[in-house]
Antibody, heavy 125, light 115 residues
Framework: DVQLVESGGGFVHPGGSLRLSCETSDFTFSAYWMSWVRQAPGKGLEWVAN????????YYVDSVEGRFTISRDNAKNSLYLQMNSLRVEDTAVYFCARGGASYCSNGVCGEFDSWGQGTLVTVSS | QPVLTQPTSLSASPGASARFTCTLR?????????IYWYQQRPGSRPRYLLR?????????GFGVPSRFSGSKDGTTNAGLLLISGLQSEDEADYYCAIWYSNTWVFGGGTKLTVL
């Protein structure tokens, strides 16, 4: 079974930073795009960022552009999200998701087909 | 106007069918996009259900029953998720999504109550 395990969430004051990690196993990590999707308390899903298989492509939702950086280490089968200048409105559960490609390849067309359990980020003064 | 609009709630009886709509903003042609559907049960992570662009370009998520299906309604510019033979376990939030303008956009979600 595909495994995605997030970590690094916690409490931070506005303006602070956090780095989320997503450790993966039981699939060929380097063959997949990866994404972060968040969900504010009681709200819907919001895509945050995605990264291509070889890191050559990265996309962000406008509200985090310039503050968040997505990265990956294919040797460690891990995905990361560096979050700087955090705002109260960034409070959410952050999910790591396999997929989110901007194009189709080998029958995979961008679906988020596996998700982690999420890690909670709370930004508050 | 949001890129994707979903009704807030939907209710149906066990054994009946449920039809979820995901309406694209009027300047975005539904036939040009793959529509992705996700289910999120209370307290759980989202689950990929299926994607649908056309009858020749569609995919069912792994282990997703065939009673879940996708289609489109060009007259309302909407993607559709159809669930037949509703079961209590189908009670959940359902989200649609598209890749639009180099971003993934989710609809606001529809809460299904099975009663």
């Amino acid at each position: 079974d595909v495994q995605l395990v997030e970590s690094g969430g916690g409490f931070v004051h506005p303006g602070g930073s956090l780095r989320l990690s997503c450790e993966t196993s039981d699939f060929t990590f380097s063959a997949y795009w990866m994404s972060w999707v968040r969900q504010a308390p009681g709200k819907g899903l919001e895509w945050v960022a995605n990264i291509g298989k070889d890191r050559s492509e990265k996309y962000y939702v406008d509200s985090v552009e310039g503050r968040f950086t997505i990265s990956r280490d294919n040797a460690k089968n891990s995905l990361y999200l560096q979050m700087n200048s955090l705002r109260v409105e960034d409070t959410a559960v952050y999910f790591c998701a396999r997929g989110g490609a901007s194009y189709c390849s080998n029958g995979v067309c961008g679906e988020f087909d596996s998700w982690g359990q999420g890690t909670l980020v709370t930004v508050s003064s | 106007q949001p890129v994707l609009t979903q009704p807030t709630s939907l209710s149906a009886s066990p054994g009946a069918s449920a039809r979820f709509t995901c309406t694209l903003r009027s300047d975005i042609n539904v036939y040009s996009y793959r529509i992705y559907w996700y289910q999120q049960r209370p307290g759980s992570r989202p689950r990929y259900l299926l994607r649908y662009k056309s009858d020749s370009d569609k995919q069912q998520g792994f282990g997703v029953p065939s009673r879940f299906s996708g289609s489109k309604d060009g007259t309302t510019n909407a993607g559709l998720l159809l669930i037949s033979g509703l079961q209590s376990e189908d009670e959940a939030d359902y989200y649609c999504a598209i890749w639009y303008s180099n971003t993934w956009v989710f609809g606001g979600g529809t809460k299904l109550t099975v009663l």
